[in-house]
């Protein structure tokens, strides 16, 4: 299967290099580039693509409000961000708007192929420095510890397996086959964990579990 990006960033440049690396791969083909929030959305609507590989800073519409409009959009693609702004806010902005995965500009390209891949399966991935930062963002805000404290329904043993799968970036059909349940099973635990944690999509159910100390991150080449 072929994945279909689409590339927004301001800077032509750095859209030729991201294309150039991505199109090494035989199954990762670039349909569409986009040089600001609004053509983003446009393309996206013509093109489809499966993945948005979106920077943040973007003239006429922000990458956060991109996020949320290119989510609006039936179908979903699913968004990447891949930025050099690592400040803990936007980072958490970002997640919350429905990112699926956050890359820092620099990062391998071995990295943004697999975060590709793997959003692609349905999975999320952070790097490390983004999950730290993204965790101590969330702390701030909840009154540090007060969060890991804060009253929420307990996880039932099952939800904690499929919790420990899932911060290990596992899509749903992954996580079926390795508990040997339906995938439909395995979805309907993820969106009890979510709701019983309040969180917004998967990302942020694995970044407050973190906090809570349900889980932990390990400092892997990356945090899926």
């Known amino acids: ?37 609004e053509e983003t959305i446009a393309q996206a609507r013509e093109t489809h693509p499966d993945i948005v590989l979106l920077d943040l800073e973007m003239p006429v519409l ?10 609006e959009l039936e179908p979903k693609p699913r968004v990447i961000v891949f930025t050099a702004f690592d400040n803990d806010e936007r980072i958490l902005h970002a997640v919350r708007a429905g990112a699926r995965g956050y890359l820092l500009k620099g990062a391998p390209r071995e990295e943004i192929f697999q975060a590709i891949r793997v959003t692609m399966e349905g999975g999320s991935l952070l790097q490390p420095v983004v999950a730290s930062k993204l965790l101590r963002q969330i702390g701030q805000q909840g009154g540090g510890s007060q ?26 059909k992954e996580i079926a086959a390795r508990l040997v349940i339906s995938e439909r099973t395995a979805k309907f635990h993820v969106s009890s964990i979510m709701n ?29």
């Open 147 to 172: 969060i890991a404290s804060y009253p929420y329904e307990p996880l039932t043993e099952r939800e904690l397996e499929v919790l420990r799968l899932l911060a290990q970036g596992m899509p749903n």
């Open 196 to 224: 019983k944690l309040g969180a917004t999509n998967r990302t942020e159910a694995v970044a407050l579990a973190a906090q809570r100390g349900l889980i932990t991150l390990q400092g892997d080449p990356s945090w899926r």
């Open 62 to 71: 922000d990458g956060v409000e991109a996020i949320r409009h290119l989510l």
């Open 1 to 37: 299967m072929t994945i279909r990006i689409l590339l927004a960033d301001d800077h032509p440049i750095v859209r030729e290099g991201l294309r150039a690396v991505l199109e090494t791969q035989p199954d990762l083909t670039v349909v569409a580039e986009a040089a600001n929030g």
